[in-house]
């Protein structure tokens, strides 16, 4: 028996059982019959299918199917494609029965639909053409869909390319002057106020193998985000609120400073005004997590590995963590994308492999190791990136475009296939008047045939 499964588009018929398994109500099916999923949401996706080629010539599905049965020569196919037009479903719809989340198409809407019945031979050929059509349609939508998979790895291969110094090779060459970063960081420490005593941050730490492993340009440095606090790189790095003092739902207000958690964070850019605000006693009562203009925040909790940069003044929840740079040491710009890079991604996933859910605690991103090249090739990086970034931006809004016009494409074909505008007219196809006449004539057959069969089962029952 075949059971009917949701796939896309179509229902697909399969996992065969034996009727004697059925224990419930079920809908029955021949080949040729149209199948309808009839409740939300499978009907507004527009499921349906064509049964075919079933063992016996029938099988049976849920009861949440309509069955159309098309007369002889109306086409099974041209029927298929009905049902998929947008102005039917949008008919069904209004036009739905039940209780919420379980509303239904009412057999009586299919009853009382009005069908377009184009001469037999002009149905065979707008099937034929809608084939043809759609098919080149799903194509486009397959090759569309693989777009924003290649944005994602060439957008990764710059990050790539960027922190480990061969995205800015050639300038390196031009500019061989270039004061080396480890010297910078020296001088920065040798005139900061002091290290950082900030508890928790530790005096040393060791370098991971893979990090002692990594190549850069020798005018580059690398240092653990505790080297970088400790000789002032890094004037700051700490992350939100918790316990007692993390704000309650009920103390947002609608007002007042943006309370950012990992979801306000995406694309290198931070959601001000779709975060939580807080203000008066409740913000008053707030301690640490209040990052300024130029921090880098970081998601280090659930949605682990997102960032960008702060453009205003806003305070952390317990999932994110700000880093406040020393501007002329290192741009907030390119530390961002160097912890979206591969090179910091690895040191957080072998973190995360250590516990049992996605969490990196400012503990241990003390002990992350940071790729630092010279100032002036920071900006000349930033400056690349984001060019090779807005090409991306921009491919990926044509691609936007493009779906959408594919995504209406389908309907277009649709509506004018059975506006009659999609094949030409042949005068020599016999007039849909007359297969309709048939289809009259037959249906009456059916009628009179029935209507004995059941006088006779009450005369045998009586009997």
């Known amino acids: 028996m075949p059971a009917v499964d949701e796939n896309g588009w179509k229902l697909k018929l399969s996992q065969k059982r034996p009727l004697s398994e059925v224990r419930k109500g079920y809908t029955h099916f021949v080949n040729g019959d149209v199948l309808f999923a009839k409740i939300t949401p499978c009907m507004e996706n527009g499921k349906a299918a064509v049964a075919e080629e079933l063992e016996n010539g029938f099988g049976c599905g849920t009861t949440e199917l309509h069955v159309i049965r098309p007369f002889q020569d109306i086409q099974s196919k041209f029927l298929y494609y009905f049902v998929h037009r947008e102005d039917f479903r949008k008919a069904a719809r209004q036009n739905m029965t039940g209780t919420a ?18 001469p037999a031979t002009e149905q065979i050929r ?16 397959e090759r569309l869909e693989k777009i924003p998979a290649i944005l994602k790895r060439f957008r990764q291969s710059v990050l790539a390319a960027a922190c480990s110094g061969s995205l800015t090779e050639d300038w390196r060459e031009n500019y061989p002057t270039t ?5 910078m960081i020296e001088t920065i420490t040798r005139t900061s106020d002091g290290p950082r005593l900030r508890r928790g941050i530790p005096n040393e730490v060791p370098v991971p193998d893979d990090v002692r492993d990594w190549e850069m340009p020798d005018t580059w440095a690398s240092c653990s985000a505790a080297e970088l606090l400790k000789n002032g790189v890094l004037e700051d790095l700490k992350d939100g609120n918790h316990g007692a003092n993390h704000p309650k739902v009920t103390e947002f207000t609608e007002e007042g400073l943006a309370f950012i958690t990992a979801a306000q964070v995406n694309n290198f850019r931070i959601d001000y005004e779709g975060a939580y605000k807080i203000s008066g006693e409740p913000l008053n009562r707030l301690r640490v997590g209040f990052a300024k203009n130029g921090d880098v925040i970081y998601t280090h909790k659930g949605s682990v590995g997102r960032v960008a940069v702060a453009d205003r003044d806003c305070i952390l929840s317990p999932q994110t963590t700000y880093y406040r740079p020393r501007r002329d040491t290192l741009v907030p710009e390119y530390l961002m994308l160097f912890l979206a890079s591969k090179f910091f991604a690895q040191q957080v996933n072998a973190v995360k492999e250590q516990t049992t859910r996605d969490f990196v605690p400012i503990s241990e991103q003390y002990l992350l190791f940071h790729r630092i090249p ?31 016009h594919v995504d209406k494409l389908t309907q277009s074909i649709l509506a004018k296939a ?37 006088k006779s089962a009450k005369r045998r029952m009586r009997n």
């Open 101 to 118: 989340g379980q509303l239904r198409v009412p057999l009586s809407f299919l009853k009382e639909s009005v069908i377009p019945v184009p």
């Open 126 to 141: 707008i099937v034929a053409k809608l084939e043809k059509l759609l098919a080149k349609v799903d194509a486009c939508k």
């Open 179 to 183: 004061e080396r970063a480890g010297a």
């Open 374 to 404: 010279p100032i002036n090739e920071q900006h000349e990086i930033v400056r690349r990136v984001e060019a090779l970034f807005k090409i991306a931006d921009d491919i990926e809004k044509r691609y936007q475009k493009a779906r959408v």
């Open 418 to 454: 059975f506006r009659g505008e999609l094949v030409p007219q042949d005068p020599n196809d016999e007039p849909a008047s007359e297969l309709l006449k048939r289809i009259q004539a037959e249906r009456k057959n059916q009628e009179a045939e029935a209507r004995p069969g059941r």
